[in-house]
Nanobody, 119 residues
Framework: QVQLVESGGGLVQAGGSLRLSCAAS????????MGWFRQAPGKERQFVAT????????YYADSVKGRFTISRDNAKNTMYLQMNSLKPEDTAVYYC????????????WGQGTQVTVSS
C-alpha cells in the first residue's frame, strides 16, 4: 500500500509558475513508476506526465510538453511537477499516482490539489 499526498496547488496568473509535490508513504516508493494526471470541471481525468522508477524515462502529454517537468527524489519519497508558462486551460485538479509501469495502470491515487490559472 502506498499513500500519496499532493501539495503546492494554488491560484496563479497566466504565464506564471507553480511546483507541485507528491509525498509518498512507505519504503516502496522507488519501486513504482509515478505520474501526474489532471481533471478539469466537466471533463475526464487526463494524463499529464509519467516518470520511471529511476527517473531516467519520462513521458508528457503534448499539451504540456516543453512547459512542465516531472521529476522525483527517491531518497525523499517525493515526486514533483514543475509547471511553467501556465495557461488558463491548465486549470484543473491535479492528482499524483503510483503506476504499474511508466505507461501502465494506476495502482494508487492521491487526493488531488487544485491549480487555477487566471487570464
Amino acid at each position: 500500500q502506498v499513500q500519496l499526498v499532493e501539495s503546492g496547488g494554488g491560484l496563479v496568473q497566466a504565464g506564471g509558475s507553480l511546483r507541485l509535490s507528491c509525498a509518498a508513504s512507505g519504503r516502496t516508493f522507488s519501486r513504482y513508476a509515478m505520474g501526474w494526471f489532471r481533471q478539469a470541471p466537466g471533463k475526464e481525468r487526463q494524463f499529464v506526465a509519467t516518470i520511471s522508477w529511476s527517473g531516467g524515462t519520462t513521458y508528457y502529454a503534448d499539451s504540456v510538453k516543453g512547459r512542465f517537468t516531472i521529476s522525483r527524489d527517491n531518497a525523499k519519497n517525493t515526486m514533483y511537477l514543475q509547471m511553467n508558462s501556465l495557461k488558463p486551460e491548465d486549470t484543473a485538479v491535479y492528482y499524483c499516482a503510483a503506476l504499474r509501469d511508466t505507461l501502465g495502470a494506476v495502482l494508487y491515487w492521491g487526493q488531488g490539489t487544485q491549480v487555477t490559472v487566471s487570464s
